[in-house]
């Protein structure tokens, strides 16, 4: 990473964790809740989604742990906001590929945008588990099989 990148990288995150965006519940009807749990790191995040037939119409969370954690889900909730599941889905496969450093190589056309700044995690195998966190509790919430946690630890 070079310098400009990892500058823009650092205010990226310290942005999301100080504002974080779509901070909040959700309750009612067609609300689904997963609470995430990283006890490696002492993250966690509540994932609050509403669907309206197959499409998040309402994608909000809380937590408390530390910035990536933080961040990672306050720019989940921008990019999922409005998609299907089975988009939601997908694009969290392509972002772990994207902090594993195991997915494809991505370019400035990839849909994932500042998302993708998240990729020098990559040299730090024990913050993919904080920028995952989130995202893991997504695809539980709007997967086949949903479950009300999930954690880091297997
Ligand atoms: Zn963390």
New binding site residues.
Partial sequence: MNEELRELYQSVILDHSRKPRNYGELHGEGCLHVHGD?P????EIDVFVKLNSDRISELTFTGQ?????QASASMMTQKLKGRTRDEAVELAAVFRGVVTGEGRKLDKEEPLGDLTLLEGVQQFP??V???M?AWRALEQAVGNTPDSSVTTEE
Avoid: E, T, W
Wanted: hydrophobic fraction near 30%; proline fraction near 0%.
């Fill in positions: 990283n490696s790191c002492g993250d742990g530390c910035a990536i954690s024990a913050r588990k904080c920028a966190l």
